[in-house]
């Protein structure tokens, strides 16, 4: 066996090992824990590592060569018609996904190496972290309806038991209710309108239904049901209270893995309206007149409604994170407004789909809107990590109770400034150059809107500048005065994702051409995806 | 009236309507239009897979990725219920 | 008409769940309408696998050579699925109901409220 | 929960093997009948949550400690997905494939007429024993945790 022929090998069964790795791990889990606490830690972290190895693998064959890559589970790999077995169908918007479930995933074991040390359950701690980073892998990567809906629920169950972990606390324990409710709920209307896709054209295939979909009306329905319940997983207004709650409430860990949850479906959102309905809303789309009754079109509708969505749900989360006196609650308010940045991307671009596909501002609105997925797991991530050493430090949460830690943790502070000018889109930082897709794009729609965006944006600055100054700045509290800098592992992986801000900040026309750009072109061009697996094309 | 119950009734009264619609306008009950993937299955799974059980061969074979994780999410909410109750049971 | 009564059904136990979800101030009667929702979901996936006169598909003791339509496959190992999801939800709620009485003594929705907005 | 009275303890131990054999056939027979390991699965769980009913959870948790159910359903959970590894070791490799099928030995034949012969169907008869035991395990350990917990809170009011 040459090296070649391992590598070919590799790269054929990466996209299910992607996948069946972090599985074997968490099931494996349970019996290495009984050994030893530290042999668990390093089994976690070089099971991450594998994964890494193959996504690192599949990445590059697919942003250097920018083919679409399917995985036949049980069977031959040659694709047949019908589709029966389920497949995973990987395009370039799939694999940045995954880079971002990775980095988050592995930020968040190497945290919890010194984060959650002094608490018990670890065992069933570690096995839930890897359960749901192979959900979120999943959900990115399958071509499958019903195969996605399944990792869906894999994800929003281990994520609400993670959030009920400090089960002493009344409080974690109703936000996890919460989260289960609504994304139950969530969960079962997207099997409705998976069920409502099957009984019309029988398949489950992504692909095969964006083929031979005929936008009836029944076909509305589902696009509206699959639309609604995955921008409410994504926590957009008004079903947004759930959010902040569990982000508040959960260890600083899981938060960050909870933040790659809600961006797989976001995800979820884009692959439906772009590439489930692309052929349908492109084709519909703006043509003045009567459809159905309706003077406008749904795509059309659809789009107002969620750049309306995506402005009140901004305007929401920075008016709800000033007056906030909770620091991990804040920065959740936070997090809505910046899921509210890509919602105005994802909306722009759908009010300006035309039957030759999307272009000009659209175009740029959807590049931003997936750019600013990337850039806001970064940001937000980090700012909950700066949260969470700091609760590790002092174990206060209250903004009120905090003061005066720069003298003490130098380091953690200078992560938080670097979070703050990210998540508030100055210049040197990664969240600058997203967020100034939006605005232009936004502008040429309508410029009171991107002024809308532009101000909450410098509020959301305000926000953060005021809490650097209540928990770094200011006098020494004598509560506080044996506080020590965040142990070792912490800092690492704030480190991880500063370097990254820092890189994309500096060089975002490179990150822009080689994988937003790919990603953004594989999203807009549904018929490259549906041809890669029916037959004879459309 | 709080807040609550207005979210809700819009809530619900959405979904009443797409749902009575969908209802209306589904195929007859028992007229299935198309049928092309489960007609592949049943005329295959004998030599396929050598079960007799379209259902189980569905279910472990052409599906048995979907099957790996329904055990997973079994596997899961056990993890999670032992997770939330340590405290109870280890007292 | 009379063979559109299983799709009746779904509508009614969907909707019936969601009434119990939206406006019930009780948690176990929103884990209830939850599960009751997850029935009319899962009616529906069953009822759309029917096919007028099919049989069970299972080839077992089938006399050789009989061509019976048969109902289809999928929608049942897709229902299975679904059911299973459902009875690992319903666990992990009913652990965080019993965890919810615990603390607060009490499972009116409208006091368990120590999240303020 | 407390133990239940002497007729309902009696009642529960005989039928209990009874439960248990069906549950086992049903599993055993998933690629032939109706059924399957999820549904034997179930079947063998109520019968152990039916031990649960009568003895209390308290007698339970002293004779098996949820831990080693928890490991044994880790166990089903890893035969599961290693039966899906496996796939890749044979020829014309791939996750989750048959590899049992058509070939001479357990599980290997293919018949076409019919017949209910047990000896079939590849992979699926050993998928649903793992699954089987994962089931078992899992919705036991499941109705145990609850059960246990509720008492153990109720007694602490």
């Not at chain 1, 926590?235 to 790659?260: F, Q």
């Not at chain 1, 990254?500 to 999203?523: C, K, Q, S, W, Y």
Request: hydrophobic residues 55%.
């Amino acid at each position: 066996m040459s090296i070649e022929s391992i590598m070919g090998d590799l790269l054929v069964h990466a996209p299910a090992m992607i996948i069946a790795i972090p599985l074997l791990g968490a099931f494996l889990t349970p019996i290495i824990s009984r050994i030893n606490g530290t042999l668990r830690n390093v089994f976690v972290i070089s099971i991450m590592g594998l994964t890494s190895l193959f996504v690192g693998v599949l990445a590059n064959d697919i942003f250097t060569s920018r083919v679409i890559k399917t995985y036949v589970f049980g069977g031959s790999q040659e694709l047949t018609s019908p589709v029966v077995r389920i497949l995973l169908e990987i395009d370039a918007l799939s694999m940045f996904m995954a880079m971002i479930v990775l980095i988050v995933a592995f930020v968040a074991v190497i945290y919890s190496w010194g984060f959650m040390k002094e608490y018990t359950g670890l065992d069933k701690y570690y096995t839930l972290v890897l359960l749901m980073t192979a959900g979120m892998f999943g959900m990115v990567l399958t071509g499958d309806l019903f195969n996605f809906f399944v990792f869906l629920e894999i994800t929003s169950i281990a994520s609400c038991a993670l959030i009920a972990f400090w089960t002493t606390k009344g409080e974690s324990i109703e936000a996890a209710f919460k989260y289960i409710v609504i994304s139950a709920i969530g969960a079962l209307f997207v099997l409705f309108a998976i069920a409502i896709l099957y009984g019309q054209y029988n398949a489950l295939n992504i692909a095969t239904l964006a083929s031979v979909m005929k936008y009836t009306f029944l076909d509305k329905v589902a696009l509206v049901l699959l639309v609604g319940a995955l921008a409410m997983k994504a926590g957009i207004v008004p079903m947004h209270m759930w959010l902040p709650d569990s982000y508040g409430r959960a260890p600083a860990s899981v938060t960050l893995i909870l933040v790659g949850a809600t961006q797989a479906s976001l995800y979820g959102v884009f692959r439906v309206c772009f590439t489930l309905y692309g052929k349908s809303l492109s084709l519909t789309n703006n043509i003045l007149g009567l459809e159905d009754g309706f003077p406008l079109a749904l795509g059309t509708s659809l789009g107002i409604l969620v750049v309306l969505l995506a402005i009140v749900t901004m305007l929401v989360g920075v008016f709800m994170a000033l007056k906030q006196s909770d620091f991990k609650r804040l920065i959740g308010f936070a997090a809505v407004a910046e899921i509210g940045y890509m919602m105005l991307g994802l909306g722009v671009a759908l009010l300006s789909i035309e039957p030759t596909g999307l272009s000009g501002s659209g175009l740029m609105a959807l590049k931003g809107g997936i750019f600013h997925i990337f850039n806001d797991a970064l940001d937000i991530g980090l700012m909950f990590l700066v949260a969470g050493a700091v609760y590790w430090a002092t174990k206060e949460r209250s903004l009120d109770k905090l003061g005066g830690l720069a003298r003490n943790m130098k380091y953690t502070s200078i992560f938080f400034v670097i979070g703050l000018f990210a998540v508030a889109g100055m210049p040197p930082f990664n969240g600058f150059a997203s967020k100034l897709l939006i605005y232009e794009s936004v502008f040429q729609i309508s410029p009171i809107l991107s002024i809308v965006a532009i101000l909450s944006s410098i509020m959301l600055l305000a926000v953060f500048v005021k809490v650097f100054h209540s928990v770094f700045l200011g006098p020494a509290i004598p509560k506080f005065k044996n506080v020590k800098e965040a142990p070792i592992s912490l800092l690492v992986a704030m480190i991880i994702i500063s370097v990254l801000i820092v890189f994309i900040g500096i060089f975002p026309e490179m990150f822009l051409n080689n994988i937003v750009g790919p990603a953004t072109d594989a999203l807009v061009n549904y018929s490259g995806y549906i041809d890669a697996v029916v037959l004879g094309g459309m | 009236m709080d807040k609550r119950t207005i979210i809700g009734s819009i809530f619900f009264t959405i979904v009443l309507v797409f749902i009575l619609f969908a209802m209306l306008m589904t195929h007859p009950f028992g007229d299935i239009s198309e049928s092309d993937m489960d007609d592949t299955i049943i005329e295959n799974c004998q030599e396929e897979t050598g079960a007799n059980n379209a259902v189980t061969s569905v279910v472990f074979d052409y599906r048995g990725f979907d099957t790996l994780g329904e055990a997973t999410i079994l596997f899961t909410a056990v993890a999670g219920v032992i997770l939330i109750f340590r405290r109870v049971l280890h007292d | 008409m009379i063979y559109n009564i299983p799709f009746i059904a779904v509508a009614a136990l969907i909707l019936i769940g969601l009434y119990a979800v939206v406006f019930k101030r009780n948690l176990i009667k929103i884990v209830i309408g939850i599960t009751l929702i997850e029935c009319g979901v899962n009616l529906f996936l069953i009822t759309l696998g029917y096919r007028e006169g099919g049989i069970a598909p299972i080839f077992t003791n089938l006399p050789s050579g009989t061509s019976a339509t048969m109902a289809l496959p999928v929608p049942q190992a897709l229902t299975l699925t679904s059911i299973v999801i459902g009875v690992a939800v319903l666990a992990l709620m009913l652990a965080l109901v019993v965890h919810i009485y615990r603390h607060y003594n009490t499972l009116d929705a409208r006091e368990v409220r120590r999240l303020k907005e | 929960m407390t133990e239940m009275s002497k007729v309902v303890r009696t009642i529960t131990s005989l039928s209990f093997p009874f439960i248990l054999i069906y549950g086992l056939y049903v599993i055993a027979h998933g690629h032939l009948t109706p059924g399957g390991g999820f549904q034997g699965g179930a079947i063998v769980a109520s019968a152990l949550a039916m031990i649960i009913v009568a003895f209390g959870s308290k007698w339970v948790l002293d004779r098996i400690k949820e831990k080693n159910i928890s490991l044994l359903e880790s166990v089903g959970a890893i035969c599961f997905i290693l039966l899906a590894f496996f796939g890749l070791t044979y020829a014309d490799p791939v996750f989750f494939k048959n590899f049992v099928v058509d070939n001479p030995y357990l599980f290997g034949q293919v018949v076409t007429d019919n017949a209910a012969n047990i000896n079939t169907a590849g992979v699926i008869p050993l998928m649903n024993f793992a699954v089987g035991l994962k089931v078992i395990a899992g919705l036991f350990v499941i109705v145990l945790v609850l059960a246990y917990a509720s008492t153990a809170m109720e007694g602490k009011k």
